[in-house]
């Protein structure tokens, strides 16, 4: 049954008098508040989840704008009620027409408490401005779409000019005729809807080509601002193990150990202050660690005893030597310097 005429525009009944799922709807506030209706279309009321994170609704639902402004019509096709009329866009047209779904307003507003039927109901006292309407599987108050007279009488034409005069013919009436008739497919009728599912199938694929797109650059995005990270963080370490009084090969295996730990924030950037404590820490326990073994090391360029930098040497080689030992065992990074660590305090 044809609901959308030539220019795109369906006619729904969005509610009528009476208990709706959410409050009793009076007449008088039907007649008044239809101009709050300003809204748009979708299919589907929002769910919890969608109205809290997508309070303006998701594109691919919008079916279309309401078109004028809603009325109450005593004398309305589907009995007496709140009427409009909205756009149905191109894409959905098909799906209107073929599944003719029902209609539920979607409002805020206010109610207040009345005795109905010797009942205590919420009755809706007023619509706020920016109201709408969805289709959906199951009416809230009486919604529906409203058929078409026009196209209604327009098939009846169409039969009327196919049929030829069987006066004889007792078996089929005129009426039983055009039913069979109109439960005909029609041939142009297939084609159209077959058009519309392929553009909607066209449309379906384009979309989730652009997302995973969106999705790869957003990847791509990420990586190259984590290695941008990283290189800053390089450089900030080797600046400052610059300024420390450590050996060269202490200062190799800091630096690797302390990019190897470097942390980002959400947004993708380098925790800078996160990471000079990070440095601070690891100097002083470096310190600490070579004043234990009964070593000071010079300030490096102000002439260090040869007799200490050759020891200190030795004692580094030893301890990479055990570092690269724990680690062929199966040890992590952090693991591996500590029980090395600990190895060179026993002696």
């Known amino acids: 049954m044809p609901y959308i005429n030539k220019d795109g525009v369906a006619t729904v009944l969005m509610i009528n008098e009476g208990q709706g799922t959410s409050a009793f709807y009076e007449r008088d506030q039907l007649e008044r508040d239809g101009a709050a209706f300003t809204g748009n279309v979708y ?43 909205c756009r149905v866009a191109t894409h959905w047209r098909p799906f209107v027409e073929e599944l003719g779904p029902a209609v539920s307003i979607r409002a805020g507003g206010t109610a207040v408490v009345k005795v109905k039927e010797g009942k205590r109901v919420r009755v809706a006292e007023k619509f706020n401005p920016g109201a709408g309407f969805d289709f959906v599987t199951r009416a809230g108050r009486g919604g529906k779409l409203v058929p078409l007279l026009e196209a209604a009488q327009g098939k009846v034409d169409t039969f009327m000019e196919s049929q030829a005069f069987l006066e004889s013919d007792d078996s089929h009436s005129l009426e039983t005729r055009f039913l069979e008739w109109a439960e005909t497919p029609k041939q142009e009728d297939s084609m159209e809807l077959q058009e519309a599912l392929d553009r909607i199938t066209t449309l379906e694929g384009e979309n989730v080509t652009l997302t995973e797109a969106a999705a790869a650059k957003e990847s791509e995005t990420a990586q190259l601002r984590e290695a941008l990270a990283l ?34 924030t959400e947004a993708g ?76 305090e026993r002696g």
């Open 269 to 344: 950037a380098l925790d800078q202050p996160g990471l000079e404590v990070a440095i601070e820490e690891a100097t002083t326990g470096e310190l600490g660690y070579l004043e234990g073994l009964g070593l000071t090391p010079g300030i490096r360029g102000q002439g260090a005893p040869a007799e200490d930098a050759d020891e200190l040497k030795a004692i580094e080689a030893l301890r990479t030597r055990q570092v690269e030992r724990y680690l062929k065992e199966g040890m992590s990074q952090e693991r591996a310097d500590a029980a090395a660590n600990a190895f060179m």
């Open 43 to 85: 299919i589907d009321h929002p769910g919890r989840n969608e109205e809290a994170d997508r309070p303006e609704r998701s594109l691919r639902d919008l079916v279309g704008p309401i078109v004028g402004t809603p009325v109450f019509d005593e004398n309305g096709r589907e009995g007496p009620g709140l009427y409009g009329q």
């Open 231 to 264: 290189r800053d963080a390089r450089e900030i370490i080797t600046s400052k193990l610059a300024e420390t009084k450590l050996h060269p090969m202490s200062v190799t295996r800091l630096t690797e150990q302390l990019v190897s730990g470097v942390k980002l």
